[in-house]
């Protein structure tokens, strides 16, 4: 199955689009976790797709690892690193909005 070239440059972005695909009842679930369970729980399932659609398939990635806000060389952030702040954004989004 070919994935579709995505060209999203910044985090917010991406985390909209994850929120769009995340049943409320998962996001439900996830707020009763703690950060360490979600990452842990979720590292290789939703981790993964995130690496792949995000941080591989991105036609704008340059731009989005620019756009980081962490003093991080983006020249060298891999994908499991990527992943792993796009989670640690979309956890304080899901469990910072309202119930």
């Given amino acids: 199955m070919m994935t579709e070239k995505i060209g999203y440059s910044t985090i917010d972005e991406i985390i909209n689009d994850i929120l769009q695909i995340l049943s409320r009842e998962y ?21 993964q797709y995130i690496r792949n659609k995000y941080y591989h398939q991105n036609s704008a990635k340059e731009q989005l690892l620019e756009s980081l806000d962490d003093q991080v060389d983006y020249l060298v952030l891999g994908g499991d690193e990527f992943s792993d702040s796009i ?5 304080q989004r899901i469990t910072t909005s309202k119930k």
């Fill in 27 to 47: 996001q439900e679930k996830i707020k009763e976790m703690s950060p360490d369970d979600f990452r842990t729980i979720e590292h290789f399932n939703f981790g």
């Fill in 87 to 91: 989670m640690e954004k979309l956890y």
